[in-house]
């Protein structure tokens, strides 16, 4: 049964995996550069990237073509999934 699931989610809704992924590491990236005490030309590039993820997130959910209750639902998803990861990223941090 997971390996069932496991297998839509790759292959049926594999943007909507993206999205997550997406939120996830853009929040991470988020996180750490508002941390630094003196940005520099990295982090500047490190926040462009976390800018790209975001909008590669939500250009992954337009280009699903799943239902839209399943899209907003992968965005408020995605957004939870991010607001965790920023937070347990500011506690290392």
């Known amino acids: 049964m997971i390996q069932n699931l496991a297998q839509k989610a790759m292959t049926d809704h594999k943007y909507l995996t993206n ?11 988020i996180r750490y550069v508002a941390s630094v005490k003196t ?26 073509n799943a239902d839209a209750g399943l899209k907003a639902a992968t965005i408020v998803g995605a957004a939870v999934v991010a607001g965790l990861c920023f937070y347990l990223v500011s506690l290392i941090v």
Do not use: K, T
């Open 19 to 29: 999205a997550y992924i997406g939120g996830a590491v853009a929040a991470i990236l």
């Open 39 to 64: 940005p520099g030309v990295f982090d500047l590039i490190l926040a462009l990237i976390a800018v790209c993820a975001i909008v590669g997130a939500y250009l992954a959910v337009a280009r699903s």
